[in-house]
């Protein structure tokens, strides 16, 4: 890259994530949301989590500083217009997603690389609205995106080699181990990581098991670091719920709708650990 700037659209959970580990690996990121009061919210969160981590000893103050000089709030999307990269990590939504994509191609230069963090939207069905399909690919970085090594690229039929080459190089540099997915609903993780949840919910909703038992099982019988259950509070389980019926929908099978005890905790507000109580209480 010419000037190594990184463009981070959405500046919530994900986009600020992206922006912070960005800068934490010497890229200079620029960072806009679609109200100036969320983008500064984005960037105290940022100094927020790098500030503990100078008081619990992790980090240095002038690490901290120099990481967060990095991290440019932007103003106006003009200002994307020097980037070369743009990560694109705003709400889950196809029209809003395609309408800033359309703005997006006519302010970036021809080169520029652009990349969306989606879950669950197809990149194949988002990358058709583009003029310039070979340059927009999907990037899905993982919660927390500073902490995670995973990194899903997802190409579809019209991505240039170049580009995923670059991006993939990119992601290198910043220490992530990059798979490359063909465009399919849920990608590797969800796809595989989604039903394994909902099995056990079912299992639960059947009276097979205690939600307890279902994750030490899953636990010491096989290796896996925390029970499904455990892992769906983690997510948050109205994004479980989501990702479930898209799948779902996308795949036409009837095995991946929600399970009644994901679809009842969702109702009931109880969320996961984001909320105190999920299929356990925090
Ligand atoms: N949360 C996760 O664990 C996770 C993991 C991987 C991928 N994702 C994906 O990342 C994306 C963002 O998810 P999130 O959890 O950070 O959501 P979030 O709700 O925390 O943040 C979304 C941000 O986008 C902003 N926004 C909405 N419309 C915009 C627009 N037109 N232009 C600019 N900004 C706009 C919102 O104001 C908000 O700040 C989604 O596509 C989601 O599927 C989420």
Redesign the pocket.
Known sequence: MNKEIVGI?????????IAQMFAENGFKTLL????AD?TN??IEKIQKRLNKSVETGKLAKERAEDILSKINKATD?NEFNETDLVI??????YD??V??YKKLEKIVGAETIIG??????SISDLSGNLNTPERFLGI????PPTKLELVEVIATSSLSPQVSQKVNDILTRCGKSAVKVNDSPGFIVNRLLLPFINEAAKLLDSGVAKAEDIDTAMRLGTLHPAGPLQVADL??LD?CKDILEKLAESLQQENYKPAKSIVDLVKAGKLGRKTGEGFHVY
Do not use: P, Q, R, Y
Request: aromatic residues 10%; without cysteine; proline residues 0%.
């Open positions: 659209i959405g500046a919530g959970t994900m986009g600020g994530g806009w949301d679609v109200n969320f919210k984005g999307l694109e990590a705003i709400i889950e939504d809003v997603k309408e800033l969306s963090n989606t879950s669950s939207l899905h970085f993982f919660n997510i948050g994004i």
